[in-house]
């Protein structure tokens, strides 16, 4: 059972409930209002802005009942209740300081173990909608990746698995790009290399948050494709250097492309990024696209470079890496600021048709959230 205190200037209460003291400012109180007047009732959103909120706002009163907090404001003389579940829910009070680079609890790391688990979902079943494309979703939230199988083999089908969740994002590439590669022994050398596994065009700001790559036809033997968590790979970093691991979230790197009449396309942004308060939130890594770093001062640049090479390693070392092989009708989608991808060199002669296109992880995320509070109040009827 929880129980209140009023702190004597009415600038703050304290709610003691069984996961210990949570203390909420009045003007956040205030602020946060869920009355008619202070939120939309269809859209819940706030009707008012902090101006309209006076700056000498307190607690004139304060009652705590039934699992309801119920405030009167001062000098408004305005009188709001709360739910203590949702002050709960949201408490700011008792954070403890987090290491840098820490994660969301919705995400989960992952190395080489997870090849035994790559999340997997049913073209058809995904399709349909439902509980396979909420927990498919939720999968690709949790690893930054997921595979689709079963799908039909035609022209475009990759913009089906896009619908399933948010839209395309088009570029100076178009709405899709078509990677084909023809196979054969005397241009292996050239055609079959592998790629060094890498986040897409890190150039554009922002960055394509999703990518889709689709595959229509593949007959050469290899070409596998392999993804590496960029999480995993900075904080195995991390681990084993900080001062790497700082150099890299602290300076940014510089990527271009301007490999096309009319385009120039160049960023300044972190290989590692943190939020202010360290969460780790994006990664970004691409020799091909690297341009002169000039923003990491001269007594650091000798670490900025022992610390992209070892980042390098981590990324290179197949403990990380989690391999599977697609066949047509196959695809797989990745969170581009997050999970790295290649392909792996080819082994003999034939064809690989691929394509791939852009969407937008806000979409995914906002898809499988409305999703999840469905799934939550038809269980809470
Ligand atoms: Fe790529």
Redesign the pocket.
């Known amino acids: 059972m929880a129980s209140l205190n009023i702190d004597p200037a009415g600038q703050s209460v304290t709610l003691s409930t069984q996961n210990g003291d949570l203390r909420f400012h009045a003007i956040w109180l205030r602020d946060n209002a869920p009355d008619p007047e202070t939120r939309a009732v269809g859209n819940g959103q706030r009707l008012i802005a902090l101006r309209d909120i006076p700056a000498d706002t307190h607690i004139a009163a304060a009652d705590l009942a039934g699992g309801t907090l119920s405030v009167t404001f001062g000098p408004e003389g305005k009188s709001v209740s709360y739910s203590v579940n949702w002050l709960e829910a949201h408490a700011y009070d008792g954070h403890d300081a987090r290491a840098r680079g820490w994660t969301s609890d919705a995400i989960k790391t992952w190395d080489a173990g997870l090849n035994d688990g790559v999340p997997t979902g049913d073209f058809a079943a995904l399709d349909a909608g439902g509980d396979a494309l909420r927990n498919w979703l939720e999968q690709v939230t949790r690893y930054g990746f997921g595979k689709v199988a079963s799908g039909p083999v035609e022209d475009g089908a990759l913009f089906r698995i896009v619908d399933w969740f948010g839209h395309v994002r088009e570029t100076n590439y178009g709405r899709k790009f078509e990677v084909r590669t023809e196979v054969n022994p005397t241009n292996l050398a050239f055609t079959g290399l592998g790629?060094q596994a890498?986040t897409?065009n890190p150039y554009r700001d922002p960055v394509p948050t999703v990518?889709v790559l689709y595959c229509l036809e593949s007959t050469a033997a290899g070409g596998e494709n392999m993804v590496v968590d960029g999480f995993a790979a900075a904080l195995r970093l991390r681990d084993e250097n900080e001062d790497y691991f700082n150099v890299l979230a602290d300076h940014c790197a510089r990527f271009e492309y301007a490999g096309e009449a009319g385009v120039c396309l160049t960023s300044r942004r972190p290989m590692i990024e943190l939020a202010p308060d360290g969460e780790l939130i994006g990664v970004r890594f691409n020799n091909r696209s690297m341009a002169a770093v000039t923003d990491v001062p001269f007594d650091k640049m000798a670490l900025y470079y022992a610390a992209y090479r070892r980042l390098g390693e981590i990324i290179d070392d197949e403990a990380m890496e989690v391999t599977f092989r697609l066949n047509p009708g196959e695809a797989f989608i990745v969170d581009n600021t997050r999970v790295l991808?290649a392909r792996k060199g080819y082994a003999g002669a034939g064809t690989r048709w691929f394509q791939g296109c852009y969407a937008d992880k806000d979409g995914l995320r906002s898809t499988y959230d409305a999703m999840l509070r469905e799934t939550t109040l038809e269980a809470a009827e």
């Open positions: 790629l890498h897409d990518q991808h």
